[in-house]
């Protein structure tokens, strides 16, 4: 039971009591009329009796109106107090809704920042994506251009390969048209001739050498720029499998441009090989010719 329903209880209570010796008091008074008058100097005991509970009632009814009284002033005080802890109640509710309010634009806030960070990232992410095509593609126009100039670099060596053995193989029939018309004018010259033919071998037969030592010191050039081209190609592999998930179809066009180059490569030096034993038969020929 709160304060303001106990002082209610009270004040029922009392205004009831209030009724009761209202009562009494009026009966005690019509009752007092009704006796019979006497002697100013005689009280009878019906009339000291009746004063009695005149005097009796007088007194609850003075005691009742100061504790309804002090109950009035209870329930003002109660009023009061309970006007002051409704106040407080609604400015908590009012801070309560304050702070949920400001907790509710601190989420927003938070959310909209995350928002801006993931914009960043994202562009971020776009910038580094695009700069890594740039280099894959940089990386791609290299490696041909290194292979435009391995091509270039293997055809004039194989010219200059064809340019040697036709000199040789011309100087050699020369050297042989002239021997035997030596042989048929000057037999009396044969061991000056002989002497000069194992020089003329001796110079072919260096020649030869150094031929073949150009062409191992071709072969080794070559074979080291494919290693690097092959090295090239590794970290330009690499790279794009560094961004397989985002360019799947490029990595497929790349790997597919690399499968034909290999084909190529292997195709130049099947190639190659055919003219390095082309080259070997042709020698082998031309010693044979030559009586080695």
């Not at 971020?124 to 593609?137: G, P, V």
């Not at 091509?151 to 053995?165: G, H, L, P, S």
């Not at 499998?241 to 441009?257: G, K, P, S, V």
């Amino acid at each position: 039971m709160t304060g303001s329903e106990h002082i209610a209880a009270q004040s029922a209570k009392l205004y009831a009591e209030r009724t009761h010796w209202d009562t009494i008091r009026a009966r005690a008074t019509f009752e007092l009329q009704q006796l019979a008058p006497t002697s100013p100097s005689y009280t009878s005991n019906a009339e000291e009796e009746i004063k009695a509970r005149l005097a009796t009632a007088a007194y609850e009814l003075d005691r009742i109106a100061r504790e309804l009284d002090r109950l009035e002033r209870a329930r003002e005080e109660q009023a009061r107090a309970d006007a002051i802890d409704k106040e407080a109640r609604r400015e908590e509710a009012i801070k309560e809704q304050d702070r949920r309010q400001a907790e509710l634009v601190e989420k927003e806030r938070e959310t909209k920042d995350e928002f801006a960070r993931a914009d960043r990232d994202k562009n971020e992410m776009l910038q580094k994506d695009e700069q890594l095509k740039a280099e894959a593609l940089q990386k791609e126009r290299e490696g041909k251009e290194l292979l435009e100039k391995q091509e270039r670099e293997k055809v004039e060596a194989q010219e200059k390969a064809e340019r040697q053995t036709a000199e040789a193989a011309e100087k050699d029939r020369q050297d042989k048209e002239s021997l035997a018309k030596q042989e048929q004018e000057k037999r009396e010259a044969l061991e000056q001739q002989e002497q000069r033919a194992k020089e003329d071998q001796e110079r072919r037969r260096i020649e030869l050498e150094q031929l073949k030592e150009e062409q191992e010191r071709q072969r080794r050039e070559m074979e080291e720029s494919l290693r690097r081209r092959q090295m090239d190609e590794d970290r330009i592999r690499e790279l794009l499998a560094a961004q397989e998930l985002i360019h799947a179809r490029q990595m497929a066009e790349l790997r597919a441009q690399h499968e034909r180059e290999q084909r190529e490569r292997e195709e130049r030096e099947r190639q190659e090989r055919e003219l390095a034993a082309r080259q070997a038969l042709e020698r082998q020929a031309l010693q044979r010719s030559l009586g080695y």
